[in-house]
């Protein structure tokens, strides 16, 4: 168990519609971290947030937003969705935002969407 | 811009041989090289990582991984496959995004399968 959690484990949903997913980084880690990963284009860095603040954005689509919130706790907004962001999300955290440090991953948020 | 390659998408060992996952980097600067295992249906767990205090780096499950400057190589062995080992493996090396932030770049994943 790495200490970082995720809710909900699994998503369906259909074309067009909205999903908030929820992670929560272990206790006094300050950085989140955003990852899809999919068949076709692997594991890719979506965004990262440093205590409340947007630190780094990756291959994160417009359709894509996300927050880190005072507790710590991040979201990860998709809107409009499209068959082809059926993915596993990711969340990880780290210390702080040192090149050397570890990052963390939750379990996963699986989306499917038909 | 740092980046990783993983040789073979899928690796078979027979029970209690050697493992060997190979993965080469591309940095301008000193990196920091990381190994984390997928199980089926479960997030990244963190093998082992280099970041510079020694070239032989062991890790977790009788993991090891050696940092090779003149090959760009951080090829993670372990010498005796268990039937537990098999899972996804991905190295990843960070990246500087600028501003005093870093991300991972993941390799595309090696699936190691071992045959009892």
């Known amino acids: 168990d790495s200490g970082v959690t995720q809710t909900p484990k699994h998503l369906i949903t259909a074309t067009g519609q909205r999903v908030t997913l929820r992670c929560s980084p272990r206790s006094g880690d300050l950085s989140v971290y955003w990852y899809q990963q999919s068949l076709d284009q692997g594991l890719q860095f979506l965004i990262q947030?440093?205590?409340?603040?947007?630190?780094a954005k990756g291959n994160i689509l417009e359709r894509f937003s996300a927050q880190q919130f005072p507790d710590l706790h991040s979201e990860l907004n998709l809107s409009s969705l499209e068959l082809g962001d059926s993915a596993l999300y990711f969340c990880a955290s780290s210390a702080g935002t040192s090149s050397g440090e570890t990052q963390y991953f939750g379990p996963g948020t699986r989306l499917l969407v038909l | 811009a740092q980046s990783v390659t993983q040789l073979g998408s899928h690796v078979s060992v027979s029970e209690g041989a050697l493992v060997l996952l190979r993965c080469n980097y591309s940095?301008?600067?000193?990196?920091?090289l990381f190994w984390y295992v997928q199980y089926p249906n479960q997030g990244l767990q963190l093998l082992l990582k280099y970041t510079s205090a020694a070239t032989l780096v062991k890790g977790i499950n009788g993991f090891e991984a050696e940092f090779k400057k003149s090959e760009t190589s951080f090829h993670l062995t372990k010498p005796s496959a268990h039937m537990s080992d098999a899972a996804e493996y991905f190295c990843?090396?960070?990246?500087?995004?600028?501003?005093?932030?870093?991300?991972?770049?993941f390799g595309k994943g090696t699936k190691l399968s071992v045959i009892p």
């Open positions: 990843a090396v960070t990246r500087s995004m600028g501003a005093g932030s870093y991300q991972l770049t």
């Open positions: 940095s301008s600067v000193p990196p920091y």
């Open positions: 947030y440093y205590n409340g603040e947007e630190r």
